[in-house]
């Protein structure tokens, strides 16, 4: 009975220790290959992909992603909308995990849709699809609580990676300078253009600028120019919007 007992036992330990070996390689497997576990989860659990909202104010632009997407096999494309209301309203009523979104729509931006996403408390990962140029977009989206930030230049597989990415709880940004994000904008600007952003923020036209400072009206537009290019914005609106919010996060 003993010897009986004493090969159980040896069994016993064989078996654990095989088991503790295969759930290592297990985890290891899963590390080291987080695109192959996500197409086996597809293949096998389609009705656990991670679902998809698009929004983008471009028909073209939605009609290719969402087919890109698709095509993929990773993911589910609820839908693609083309505004920002539709688009908050619809991960409002159909939870959905991740939200690829334009920055400029007609009736919003895509700082407000997240505003929106976090005054709601909803649960939708959403990763910034969008051309604008400059850093100060970026800036917002993150501060905002943007999960990914995608350049409409990069490659479409950057863009289905990115999504991967973040439906594992990870953020996305590929191709970004961080280091670039903590500068200080206004650091950059000489006492001219910081004086010629008050004048913005007070509501000044470019004539009142030039009367009240004693330089051309020429001149004024060469300063905005240099300083729409520091602030990595491209018009007096969103030079304002990026002072004013700016002025407000130092009280």
Do not use: C
Not at 91 to 98: L, Y
Not at 100 to 110: L, R
Not at 160 to 189: C, H, K, N, W
């Amino acid at each position: 009975m003993r010897g009986r007992s004493g090969e159980g036992v040896r069994k016993g330990v064989e078996t654990i220790v095989f088991l503790n070996h295969l759930l290592t390689e297990s985890f290891r497997f899963a590390a080291t290959n987080a695109q192959m576990a996500d197409s086996l989860l597809a293949t096998t659990q389609g009705a656990q992909r991670p679902t998809v909202m698009i929004a983008d104010k471009s028909p073209v632009v939605r009609s290719g992603l969402r087919d890109f997407i698709t095509r993929d096999g990773r993911f589910e494309v609820l839908d693609a909308v083309a505004s920002g209301a539709e688009f908050v309203s619809a991960v409002e009523q159909r939870p959905t995990d991740i939200g690829i979104i334009g920055w400029s729509f007609p009736d919003t931006t895509g700082a407000e849709i997240l505003s929106a996403i976090k005054r709601r408390h909803l649960a939708t990962r959403v990763v910034i699809y969008t051309g604008e140029p400059g850093k100060e977009v970026l800036r917002q989206a993150i501060r905002l609580g943007a999960w990914g930030f995608i350049s409409k230049s990069d490659e479409p597989t950057v863009l289905v990676e990115s999504i991967a990415a973040v439906a594992r709880g990870r953020m996305s940004l590929p191709y970004i300078d961080l280091q670039a994000l903590t500068t200080d904008p206004f650091s950059e600007l000489t006492s001219r253009e910081r004086e010629l952003l008050t004048a913005l923020a007070n509501g000044w036209t470019n004539l009142q600028i030039a009367s009240r400072i004693g330089i051309s009206r020429n001149t004024v537009k060469y300063h905005l120019k240099n300083l729409y290019d520091k602030l990595g914005v491209s018009n007096r609106a969103m030079a304002v919007a990026l002072y004013m919010q700016t002025t407000m996060d130092q009280r």
